[in-house]
Nanobody, 115 residues
Framework: QVHLVESGGGLVQPGGSQRLSCAAS????????MGWYRQAPGKERELVAT???????NYADSVKGRFTISRDGAKNTVNLQMNSLKPEDTAVYYC?????????WGQGTQVTVSS
């Protein structure tokens, strides 16, 4: 059974940094593309970043140059380093993976960027 558990959310001031982590279990980690999505109040869930087993990354235009996704195969974790945070980055952040047509989501972690 696949489990994704996020950690690291919280309140941060504009311009600050925060690091999110997602621990994955129940999968052969290196075979899966891992990703982070976010959903702000009243908006649809959107892609933030993805990383393949071969560490090829992809980012939403809104976070390019500010966010960095990485993965640790030894720990089965995928991380999202967020720098230069803006109030519009406020959202619930979800860890995601997919195998075929089956999608797996974490429970989400709230990130609030506010002074």
């Amino acid at each position: 059974q696949v489990h994704l558990v996020e950690s690291g959310g919280g309140l941060v001031q504009p311009g600050g940094s925060q690091r999110l982590s997602c621990a994955a279990s129940g999968i052969i980690f290196t075979l899966y593309v891992m990703g982070w999505y976010r959903q702000a109040p009243g908006k649809e869930r959107e892609l933030v970043a993805t990383i393949t087993g071969g560490v090829i990354t992809n980012y939403a235009d809104s976070v390019k140059g500010r966010f960095t996704i990485s993965r640790d195969g030894a720990k089965n974790t995928v991380n999202l380093q967020m720098n230069s945070l803006k109030p519009e980055d406020t959202a619930v952040y979800y860890c995601h993976t997919r195998w075929g047509t089956t999608e797996y989501w974490g429970q989400g972690t709230q990130v609030t960027v506010s002074s």
